[in-house]
């Protein structure tokens, strides 16, 4: 069975505290590993897509890493407006569209 | 371009009644998913389509029904609701296997 662990739940950094999320993931065969970013009351938005690993992927302060088990999303020098639910998401070779989610991680930046 | 278009964005429904949530892109995505997201457990697929009149159940299917007649449209109906489909509904749209998905605004279902 495809599974996808998130850690920590809930993170709380203060503005400029580097730290990462991680990604755990165990699957039968990965077509690609996907990052989203959630704020209250709205849908998931696209962060990145990872397909190897190796595979790096940077945005803003944001910046996603790949290896054969997890994945790491690193803020750099947060801001408060970095707060919000950040999502993984797997999707298995020969499934078609089908992404399986983790938990998510709380992430809230203090000034 | 307005995305992924999801309506209504709240609903109550009473115990046995039907409806149906209304999910349109305009992308020209083949791949249409349904998830259910609760609190504690993250977002769960219910039904998901790869192009217009294939349809396939995902991990959660029962109590709910869909169908693809267009590449734009992807309703999804509640046969007869119960308690235990009150939840946030989203619909997402990708170009094909491997991309990213869009997800729509959501629609907070409260059944009683």
């Known amino acids: 069975e495809d599974q996808v662990t998130q850690s920590p739940e809930a993170l709380r950094l203060q503005e400029g505290e580097s730290s990462s999320l991680n990604c755990s993931y165990t699957v039968s065969g990965l077509r690609g590993l996907f990052w989203y970013r959630q704020d209250p009351g709205k849908g998931p938005e696209f962060l990145f897509t990872?397909?190897?690993a190796g595979e790096e992927k940077e945005k803003e302060r944001l910046k996603a890493t790949l290896t054969k088990k997890e994945s790491f999303l690193h803020i750099t020098a947060p801001k408060p407006e970095d707060s919000a639910t950040y999502l993984c998401a797997v999707q298995v070779t020969g499934t078609a569209s089908k992404l399986t989610f983790g938990t998510g991680t709380r992430l809230q930046v203090t000034l | 371009n307005a995305g992924v278009t999801q309506t209504p964005k709240f609903q109550v429904l009473k115990t046995g009644q039907s409806m149906t949530l209304q999910c349109a892109q305009d992308?020209?995505?083949?791949?249409m998913s349904w998830y259910r997201q609760d609190p504690g457990m993250g977002l769960r697929l219910i039904h998901y389509s790869v192009g217009a009149g294939i349809t396939d159940q995902g991990e959660v299917p029962n109590g709910y029904n869909v169908s693809r007649s267009t590449t734009e449209d992807f309703p999804l109906r509640l046969l007869s609701a119960a308690p235990s489909q009150t939840s946030v509904y989203f619909c997402?749209?990708?170009?094909?296997?491997?991309?990213?998905?869009?997800f729509g605004s959501g629609t907070r279902l409260t059944v009683v």
């Open positions: 992308m020209n995505h083949e791949y």
């Open positions: 997402a749209s990708s170009p094909q296997a491997g991309y990213g998905y869009t």
């Open positions: 990872l397909y190897s």
